[in-house]
């Protein structure tokens, strides 16, 4: 039985009905998360509840790509692989699986395709709300990235970390919770169900399905020579996130000082969690607009990572060559001075959340970019182009960096 | 991104493919796990990979009650929620969403509903293959519960432990892969992508998603006074796999070993993991032909917490009262010497992947119970009746005990 119960009793959620009663305005969440007006340690940090984030949570490409040989469907069962097969030549839709961002199921019903999938992120930063709505747009973002922009329904999955006590658990749960919900209501969906565990780390994730005709998605593998590459959110959140934990601890932060301003730090990762809460909705429907001719999201794998998975999938003899980087401000002098540590420059460096990065025809490009900032007040960018390859991805050997600056907000500096 | 991805290197998994190659018979997979034939260390068991089981690993009833609220939608956003409102009424079907089996959600397409739920568990045998059949099980049991019987796509979402040493992890994740896949198979559906991460625990589970005519499920609230209530499975598969797992801690098993034998315990132990992966397909088809007027699957709040779950959900005001406890052979004699431990009798011991619980009009239960048992070889039970009442469960004060004894198979018992 999924465990989530409907009793209502009276002793509800103080904290969050307390916030829904005071103020309906979102910044009162962005505002840093403060531990006393909760009556926990001023100590707390919600980030402190995992110890591997970003790419370190994932189990690395190459091995996945082995160890998932067992679900590929023809390998074996001859017979019921052919009646299968048999099945999928009388239906008019592609069958897509494991490797895509969602996996995408011609249905029973006439003409009708199931797009799901699901992902789960470790807590990266210290506001329970913003890190709710982080999670339901990461979860989203892999319906975006085939363009579908209508979401049937969401579950949330919730791994409760057996180290917080119960407090700090009924003050910051029901946080994320409402961020999370309040992300699916702006995307125009609904949770309406999901699984909690207890687990050593919290844990967030949830499952994104749309059930849609075969026009509301766009193949991911039509990519031709002379497109043009569009990344729709700068990379960098994973050094923000991290930067800004470092002002916290001194020997790391003496690293990074004399490169960056505790106040650029503030602006980076406001920058980034902002930007890692955003919908990539808007980008999926200019999508058909624009004929993109496939994308993909960055996320774990880091830009080049998945630059190189959706190159992998194309139908065409094509490469991407990517010749422009946008990065959240200061954050690649960051990552220069951390070495080795982020592989941000080389295009390695994990996103949460992050942007799509999407083929489009040449002469389509610029004017996607501009309808993306006229919707949203958003920046996106040209970053590299379509050549005849092997069907690879690579970054050129001196990138141009795009420093892109915090926004500004309501008057304040995000 | 969703991580999994299609390349498929001459590399592969050479353990899976001796498997598939040498031996299609799942006997093979169902003997004890020999570690040395993987070349892993003796004492390796999977299990170690988790440090709680069953309820151990779920928030309580009552708080997830509590932080649940916050995903009701009827709380704030006036106007949002009464376009939702607006846009259910035009539609036939109901909405059924937290503290369901599973969500159901009206389709923008003709008369048909999303029907998904996802679950996860961990490590409860040491039997990689066996391992991801149950995981597999669990998760089709939320749909099954509803009766629906056609699950259309599954996603696996799988936490490789951190403690795992690469051996380990490549011998018995793709066993885990595998019998996920094949009880995905025996279900009739696909596995067509997931999620993996790396975690503190092995972590186990997955989302089933089912598109059907309003006709293909049963709502859940329909009991009324003069049903008897039929269980489908044993319980005691906590029991059973702890006191499996005693065998090996001594001080422990002296606490039992005067109740029963080695080969009672490994007989149970059997038993129970047959169960677990066992699947709910026919019991929730036979529901359809005798009319069942309501189910929910046994799982980790035990069978009173679920029988109490389904109560409360009723249209009419009635009440069930539980008489019979099927319980695998031995198991309440091992409950029993461990004092409050495992609160077997009391209903409360949590199970997993378990029986359904269905409510079916009294005329009816028998020949359901005989069909099943036709249909399958597994017995069912008549264990309980409904009652006019307040809307709860409650197990008489000394129920009879049925003991479920281990299954003959092959001529080897299990």
């Known amino acids: 039985m999924a465990e989530y119960a409907t009793t209502v009793t009276q002793d509800t959620i103080g904290a969050v009905q307390l916030e829904i009663g005071n103020n309906q305005n979102e910044l009162y969440f962005r505002k840093p998360f403060d531990p006393a007006s909760y009556d926990l340690e001023l100590t707390f940090r919600l980030t402190k509840f995992a110890d591997l984030k970003g790419r370190g949570c994932k189990v690395p490409q190459e091995i996945l790509s082995k160890l998932l040989l067992t679900l590929q ?26 490797g895509m961002d969602s996996s995408v199921t011609p249905l029973r019903h006439n003409g009708l395709s199931l797009v799901q999938t699901t992902d789960c992120i470790y807590p990266i930063v210290d506001e329970p709300y913003m890190m709710g709505k982080i999670a ?138 902002d930007s890692m809460a955003r919908l990539n909705r808007t980008a999926a429907r200019l999508m058909h607009k624009y004929n993109a001719h496939g994308a993909t999201d960055v996320t774990g794998f ?67 970019c501009k309808d993306i900032e006229k919707q949203e007040g958003y920046q996106a960018w040209i970053i590299g182009i379509v050549e005849k390859g092997n069907r690879s991805a690579r970054i050129i050997d001196k990138p141009r960096v795009i420093e892109v600056p915090a926004k500004e907000k309501d008057g304040s500096l995000w």
């Not at 999928?88 to 592609?94: R, S």
């Not at 094509?318 to 002098?333: C, E, Q, R, T």
């Not at 420059?345 to 004017?367: D, F, K, V, W």
Request: hydrophobic residues 40%; glycine residues 8%.
């Open 136 to 273: 339901c747009a990461n979860v989203l973002s892999d319906l975006y990235a085939l363009g579908v922009t209508e979401c049937d329904n969401m579950l949330m999955i919730l791994g409760v970390s057996i180290k917080m006590t119960e407090k700090e658990r009924d003050a910051v749960i029901p946080l994320i919770m409402k961020g999370f919900k309040d992300c699916a209501t702006e995307a125009g969906t609904y949770v309406t169900g999901g699984h909690t565990v207890v687990n050593p780390w919290c844990t967030l994730g949830g499952v994104a399905t749309s059930i849609c005709q075969i026009n509301e998605y766009i193949e991911c593998n039509n990519a031709v020579v002379g497109d043009v590459i569009v990344l729709t959110k700068p990379l960098g959140t994973q050094v923000a996130v991290n930067a800004h934990q470092w002002l916290e601890q001194p020997e790391r932060w003496n690293r990074i000082k004399l490169i960056v301003s505790e106040e650029d730090v503030n602006k980076a990762y406001n920058r980034a969690m």
């Open 73 to 98: 469907h023809n390998e074996e069962n001859g017979q019921q692989e052919e009646e299968h097969t048999n099945f999928m030549q009388l239906l008019p839709q592609p069958r897509l699986g494991i």
């Open 302 to 368: 880091g830009l080049l990572g998945h630059a190189q998975a959706l190159a992998k999938n194309q139908k065409k003899e094509v490469s991407f060559v990517i010749h422009n980087l946008p990065i959240i401000a200061k954050m690649a002098g960051v990552a220069k001075a951390c070495g080795n540590m982020f592989q941000l420059l080389q295009g390695s460096s994990p996103e949460t959340s992050g942007g799509l990065l999407i083929c489009l025809p040449r002469e389509q490009a610029a004017a996607y």
